[in-house]
């Protein structure tokens, strides 16, 4: 994993009559972050994606809907780009597939609450649980503890109906240990879009990037490089040549 | 109190001892034939006497147990065995692809009707020599085995796994099993690490090549913890491996097991001692490693392996009793029986149809 100690630039742009802070880091494809509920955060997870993409990390107090975001993107000139969201970010993320699918050309949806919450309510998932943020993870953020949140049902439902045409290969990242979604959310997910690939990530928690960033940036950065074909295994799998 | 019958496939024929890995340079491909023949006609006479499963294992490399892939011998007695189910004690997980145990396990399940126990087994110190794994993550990779073998039974959409271990980008796994949401899964739990393992993942509890007296104790810890994670395990979560011979008379069956030179030596994993003694440095036992290397040390002579609840011999009557003490310490209900006196033909036979016929009707309701 890199291991420079570069830190992400703080920057602004003015995108639809606002100011919008961003934080830019790494070079080449252009991949926008939208954070969660929690703040914005960047983990070492992210800081290796920057070995080959271009990072544009929104700080999205400012800018809550897709249009805002891809004011944005036509402000900084990236006619094409894939979408990382963590959290309620994600709704944000599929909002923007779905209003722009001709710019995002991937989503990477990490612990993503937009849809199926009922369910989790009332099996008592968390609501604004606090999860503890190790320090050496982080790359830009503040440590200490974060509260999660679900959206409403209306919110849910909305999101819900918006996915099902979303064709966008998409990525879905979900801990065996989130105490805030279920894994069983994937299914919501995997089952409505055309292009969405599930995968557990063993012995994480909400927080998924933090808690295993080596496998983390591994499945993303396969996924953002080969899409749908991230499934066949490229490695090299010679142990003595 | 329900039993289960294991017939270990043995090989019937001359090999090296003491050694492992064992030569197969005296190998006889017309006696392994045979020793299977044998092996499944013990199994068709254990269900016919009534026993509740027929159990199989995983060894490698020896004639102990000719059975390195116990679901093949399984997938074989799903057509052999009408009435018992089949107890799988068990694949050794980290050594082999979870997602392959899951889905033979499903087809097992399958294939009889859904009567599979699914043991989920780290494996004997050995075991981590045959595929090259190292025996230092055997912990860890078991666990995240468990995890993975168990989403790929219940998760109906295809999913990918990005584990510490284990790397799959796309299982969907087909068939599933019959047992809703899955087969009862038993683990090991001699080890304090595993019955806490197994108290938080509510997994039923295995004992096997231990002693009556450190069982109970393991037993007693796995209960504790699982009370405090909110459940309670009955005696059907509790299985304890042993041997047994069976005859008229406790002079009978004590004859018979002279006779057939029941060993007091050290186990499998014992034999070679450069393997155990890495594999003990390597963190595989666990924190109490003393007291789990010490359970596989030798047996000792027969009155103290029947006294140490490694052995239940006798006539029936005294056999009884010496369940009901099982029961009584460790919890168990189910005794998984390894024949104590394989070598002695039609006696070993008898053995087996007299504890279904004197034994079984009256420990059901021990």
């Known amino acids: 994993m890199n291991t420079s100690s570069s830190r992400p630039a703080r920057k602004t742009a003015q995108a639809a009559g606002a100011a919008v802070e961003y934080l830019e880091a790494g070079a080449g494809d252009a991949l926008i972050y939208l954070h969660s509920a929690g703040g914005l955060r960047l983990s070492v997870a992210h800081r290796a994606l920057c070995e080959k993409h271009r990072l544009i990390a929104p700080a999205l107090e400012a800018a809550t809907a897709p249009a805002q975001i891809i004011a944005l993107l036509d402000a900084l000139g990236i006619k094409q780009c894939s979408v990382m969201a963590h959290g309620s970010g994600a709704a944000l993320a599929l909002a923007m597939a779905a209003a722009d699918a001709a710019r995002v050309n991937a989503l ?61 290969p998409t990525l879905l990242l979900l801990g065996t240990r989130d105490p805030v979604i279920s894994t069983n959310a994937g299914r919501v997910y995997v089952s409505t879009m055309p292009k969405c690939f599930a995968t557990m990530v063993y012995d994480a928690g909400h927080e998924v990037d933090l808690d295993r960033p080596e496998a983390v940036a591994s499945i993303c950065a396969n996924f953002l490089a080969n899409r749908e074909s991230f499934v066949v295994n490229r490695d090299d799998g010679m142990i003595n040549p | 109190m329900k039993a289960a019958l294991f017939c270990t496939t043995r090989y019937g024929g001359p090999s090296k001892k003491g050694v492992w890995p064992v030569p197969a340079d005296e190998y006889s491909a017309e006696i392994a034939q045979k020793s299977y023949q044998r092996t499944l006609s013990q199994i068709r006479l254990g269900d016919e006497a009534g026993f509740d499963y027929i159990t199989v294992a995983e060894h490698h490399f020896a004639p102990f147990s000719m059975s390195p892939n116990p679901h093949i011998l399984a997938g074989a007695l799903t057509q052999v065995v009408k009435n018992a189910g089949l107890a799988l004690l068990g694949p050794d997980v980290p050594i082999l692809n979870p997602v392959r145990v899951a889905e033979e396990i499903a087809m097992l399940d399958n294939l009889c009707g859904g009567r599979v126990i699914a043991g989920l087994m780290r494996g004997t110190v050995n075991e981590y020599v045959t595929y090259n794994i190292n025996p230092s993550e055997s912990r860890e990779r078991f666990q995240e085995c468990v995890e ?48 806490e393992f197994a108290a938080r993942n509510r997994l039923g509890a295995g004992f096997a090549f231990t002693t009556r007296q450190i069982a109970q104790k393991a037993s007693a810890y796995y209960r504790e913890q699982a009370h405090q994670f909110g459940w309670d395990p009955t005696p059907d979560d509790i299985i304890y491996r042993m041997s047994f011979h069976v005859a008229k008379t406790d002079e009978q069956a004590l004859e018979d097991l002279v006779e057939a030179g029941v060993a007091t030596g050290v186990g499998l994993s014992m034999t070679n001692k450069a393997i155990e003694s890495a594999v003990a440095s390597s963190g595989y036992y666990g924190r109490d490693k003393e007291t789990q290397r010490a359970r596989l040390q030798s047996r000792g002579e027969i009155a103290d392996r029947i006294e140490n609840g490694q052995l239940l011999a006798g006539s029936p009557d005294t056999v009884i009793k010496q369940i009901q003490r099982i029961r009584d310490d460790i919890g168990a209900g189910m005794l998984d029986l390894t024949m104590g006196a394989a070598t002695i033909g039609d006696r070993a036979l008898q053995s087996i149809e007299m504890f279904g016929e004197k034994v079984l009707p009256r420990i059901r309701e021990i």
């Not at chain 1, 503890?132 to 440590?143: E, F, Q, S």
């Not at chain 2, 510490?164 to 899955?182: C, E, L």
């Open chain 2, 148 to 195: 993975l073998i168990r989403m790929a039974w219940t998760e109906p959409q295809p999913f990918g796994w990005q584990g510490r271990y284990y790397d799959f980008r796309s299982v969907s796994i087909w068939p599933r099993p019959v047992q809703k949401p899955h087969p009862p899964i038993f683990i090991s739990t001699a080890t304090p690490e595993s019955g």
């Open chain 1, 108 to 168: 990477i949806l990490i612990a993503p609450t937009a849809v199926a919450v009922d369910a989790m309510r009332a099996k008592g998932y968390s609501l604004g649980r606090e999860q503890p943020i190790p320090a050496d993870r982080l790359w830009h953020g503040v440590p200490g503890a974060r509260k999660a949140s679900l959206p409403d049902a209306a919110e849910s439902a909305a999101a819900l109906k918006r996915i099902a045409a979303i064709a966008t």
